[in-house]
């Protein structure tokens, strides 16, 4: 976790949204992070931006299996109106 890398700053560790590689070195090199504590956030950082992309196509992924067994009741032709069934108007 991001919280175990000795040295990183706890403004950077307070939240911030998900950032690009080139921005958030921008940050911490603002912040005054050295090299090898620096790399070891942006690799976190991207990390964790994979790990969130995964979960969130998972989640997706059973959506669409829900919604494909719930639609199997979804007639396949279109009842035909004939005599039988006709409403009196």
Sequence with gaps: MLG?????PGRVLEGA????????KAALDKAGVSGKTADAIVTENADARI?????SLSVLAVIAMIALFTSRRIPAQQ???????????
Excluded: H, I, Y
Aim: no cysteine.
């Design 17 to 24: 949204p998900f950032m690009s590689d080139k921005d958030l």
């Design 51 to 55: 790990d969130g992309l995964r979960s």
């Design 4 to 8: 175990d890398v000795p040295g990183a």
């Design 79 to 89: 009842p035909a109106v004939t005599a039988d069934n006709e409403s009196p108007a």
